[in-house]
């Protein structure tokens, strides 16, 4: 058991909150020499700091790394902890090396004289979450360009650096590390609850449609944002299941709402006969002037090494993906076929799952809002399921709970990975609010409780009920 009591702002304290102070990529390798540390740097940000600076700094990272390797040669080190900020390592692949500097939050004090005095919050960032983010930014680069290594076998170094370059100068600007939490050190996938006969259905939809259009090597099959099918490698599905949530349909979202034939909406497909259209791809299939092309994706990256086109096509709620040999030339008249194909089917399957899963939803219904909010993480086949997120996008993460909460979640589950048993710890929160973590069978469940004035025993009475109704033979803790 671990008792704790989150630090609270004052109401005449001002409070700042961790940003990015600096992030680059860097290879000990590509320039060996004294005069040539400039050539190690592939990537800089902010781009207008001095090359002097530039190069003092990943000078130091360097320095650090090996010096921390003469400790353990296996693992050198992840982070660096200074009063003002903190650098977090990462070597994506052998020599190329990633770094993130995260200023700490800061409270300005206000003193007798009127002066603001600041207090740097050394211990507020986690290293699991931020850890976990830098290693996002790989993946997701590696998703959509390849690994470091096979492009600069293709172009050189030069190349390399352009592509680094042009992603990395976009994807920074969409990070918002004052929301990142314990979701980020997961990275689940939320699954889509289905019964067998419409899980079934949905599998034939798939067989069906690989058959009738041999060109596609892999299908994903999504509803509101959930996954409920895929045939793709887990670790893959997952970076872009991350994609396909937090980037691409978020930007769908606006245009779904000023109305279905806006102008400058991605994918428009008009049919008097289905909802179906492309969320990648041509903005009109119908339209000669516009060339057909799809986003590429690198999957398999250790083994096959595959680069895919990425068909990402909607009707109602329901989303399927496509993935098809990049070396295929895809045309207009492909796809057009695969809309008037899958265009249809989609429309009466989407609504088939939205019956479904209203039905259910008013069966299930709790009649009051329940005192307790979860998050609960499956190891194994990276299910995710949240009561306390209410939006997660790679701009926002909207959560129910005070910001100390998830602090202490992140604690938790800090303490977790140090373990290799099974392990429950229970935190008295503020003053309304007790905490829950339990660890057991690679499954993870922390719960927020709202109880004032209750004991430990009724906590863990709470969490049993919790257990029973929502994660029934899962937790065997007693």
Request: glycine residues 4%; negative net charge; aromatic residues 12%.
């Amino acid at each position: 058991m671990l008792m704790a009591s989150p630090r609270m702002t004052a109401a005449n304290e001002k409070q700042s909150l961790p940003s990015l102070l600096s992030f680059f990529i860097y290879n000990p390798k590509f320039g060996p020499r004294e005069g040539e540390e400039e050539k190690k740097i592939l990537f800089y940000h902010p781009s207008e700091v001095d090359k002097n600076e530039k190069i003092r700094n990943v000078g130091l990272c360097e320095a650090i790394v090996q010096f921390t390797r003469t400790f353990c040669p296996t693992k050198p080190a992840k982070s660096l902890h200074t009063q003002k900020n903190r650098q977090f390592f990462h070597e994506a692949e052998e020599n190329f090396w990633m770094v993130m500097v995260v200023s700490n939050p800061v409270i300005e004090k206000m003193n007798k004289d009127g002066t603001r005095v600041p207090e740097y919050q050394e211990d507020e960032l986690l290293d699991t979450v931020y850890g976990a983010v830098i290693q996002q930014c790989y993946c997701m680069y590696k998703l959509f360009n390849g690994t470091f290594t096979k492009s600069m076998e293709a172009g050189g170094i030069d190349h390399l650096q352009q592509r680094i370059q042009k992603f990395f100068y976009r994807y920074l600007q969409t990070l918002h590390l004052q929301s990142c939490d314990l979701l980020d050190v997961f990275g689940g996938i939320s699954f889509f609850p289905l019964d067998k006969m419409t899980y079934l259905k949905i599998q034939s939809f798939v067989n069906r449609m690989e058959e009738s259009l041999d060109l596609i090597k892999y299908t994903a099959f999504l509803y509101n944002d959930q996954l409920i099918w895929s045939g793709l490698e887990q670790d893959d599905m997952r970076i872009l299941y991350k994609y396909l949530t937090t980037s691409l349909f978020p930007r769908q979202l606006e245009p779904e709402l000023i109305g279905r034939d806006s102008p400058g909406r991605g994918g428009i497909t008009v049919s008097l006969n289905h909802y179906g259209r492309f969320l990648t791809g041509p903005y009109d299939i119908n339209n000669p002037e516009l060339a057909v092309r799809f986003p590429r994706i690198f999957v398999n990256t250790d083994s096959a090494y595959e680069e895919l086109h990425l068909i990402v096509y909607k009707a109602m709620s329901a989303v399927v993906c496509f993935l098809i040999n990049a070396s295929v030339e895809l045309t207009r008249e492909f796809c057009q076929r695969l809309d008037n194909l899958v265009g249809p089917q989609l429309t009466l399957l989407a609504s088939d799952i939205c019956e479904q899963f209203n039905t259910n939803k008013r069966l299930s219904a709790p009649e009051k809002e329940p005192h307790f909010k979860f998050i609960y993480f499956n190891h194994m086949n990276l299910a995710e399921k949240t009561t306390i997120h209410m939006r997660k996008t790679s701009s926002m993460s909207l959560t129910s709970v005070h910001p100390d909460l998830m602090k202490i979640l992140g604690d938790i589950n800090s303490d977790f990975s140090r373990a290799d048993e099974d392990e429950e710890i229970i935190v008295k929160a503020m003053t309304d609010y007790w905490v829950v973590g339990k660890k057991s069978d690679q499954r993870e469940l922390y719960v927020i409780l709202s109880q004032k004035n209750a004991n430990l025993i009724e906590v863990n009475e709470e969490v049993k009920k919790l257990c029973a109704m929502q994660f029934n033979n899962i937790f065997f803790l007693d």
